[in-house]
């Protein structure tokens, strides 16, 4: 029991960076309020107290804002953050090591007895405001979008996003050393909340990889350029550009490499020279 809470405490630690100390966590986080509650609600329905469950469960709401059936499962190193308006149904299971988001609804489609909720995988994380409906299967790693409404099973390592949801991309399997540097770099700037890493498409990121990829090919076809105009000989300048791959993220967000900022303007002009243009 102790090494449950303890678990439930460090997990909330490791992924809210507003966490300050374990007390702070204990007294003023009531997605960890609720999980407690459900901890015990949980024992009473198994044990066939289950009006009282229910009945505690209540107050649970009342108090936290978050509503979580005594009968739904739920896995090791669960976080809540923020927490209002969760709402978890009675035969929900939740794998170990998820994250659900204010606003999230683990609901039911049908009247009917039996299984009618969500099962979700481990590593799942649920963005603000997600619906995922019906007896379906979230699988492991997954990840949904923020206001998702998801109606049908999501593969192992998916992004879900819109409504309905849709697929929009899979995390890679086999990452290379310049994938895993990268999420190295990911991993030391923050817990990754919403599932905005390199392997997951977001547009944003995908954007600015897009223009980075391109002005590097854009230096190496100059270069050849230069090369070329040399052989034929013509004066071409030496001067140096910055080099991008060559700059290592640190902590503080800063290069490593002591070298001067070069504007896209100044950029321009300093290839133009060399280029004799």
């Not at 086999?174 to 817990?191: I, K, P, S, Y």
């Not at 140096?240 to 490499?257: A, K, R, T």
Request: proline share 4%.
């Amino acid at each position: 029991m102790f090494q449950r809470l303890r678990e439930d405490i460090r997990c909330v630690m490791d992924r809210d960076p507003a966490a300050r100390n374990v007390f702070e966590v204990i007294s003023s986080y009531p997605g960890v309020h609720a999980l407690l509650a459900h901890r015990l609600n949980h024992w009473l329905w198994r044990h066939g107290l289950r009006w009282l469950g229910r009945f505690l469960s209540l107050f649970s709401r009342w108090f936290t804002g978050i509503e979580i059936h005594p009968g739904a499962y739920i896995g090791r190193r669960f976080f809540i953050d923020h927490g209002m308006g969760v709402v978890i149904g009675e035969t929900a299971e939740i794998g170990n090591d998820c994250t659900l988001y204010h606003g999230v609804t683990l609901g039911g489609t049908s009247w009917e007895k039996g299984k009618r909720h969500p099962t979700l995988g481990d590593n799942v994380i649920i963005g603000a405001g997600a619906k995922v409906l019906g007896p379906i299967h979230v699988g492991n790693g997954a990840r949904i979008g923020s206001n998702a409404v998801v109606v049908k099973d999501v593969p192992e390592g998916a992004t879900m996003i819109g409504i309905p949801a849709r697929v929009a991309g899979v995390q890679r399997h086999g990452l290379t050393a310049e994938d895993r540097r990268r999420e190295e770099v990911a991993r030391r700037m923050g817990f990754d909340a919403y599932g905005a890493t390199r392997g997951v498409p977001d547009p944003v990121s995908n954007a600015i990889n897009a223009i980075l990829d391109h002005v590097q090919a854009t230096d190496r076809r100059l270069e050849e350029i230069c090369s070329a105009l040399k052989t034929l000989g013509a004066h071409v300048g030496n001067t140096q550009l910055p080099d991008i791959e060559g700059c290592q993220i640190e902590d503080n967000g800063e290069s490593s490499e002591q070298q001067p900022s070069v504007s896209v303007a100044q950029g321009g002009a300093e290839r133009r020279k060399q280029t004799g243009g």
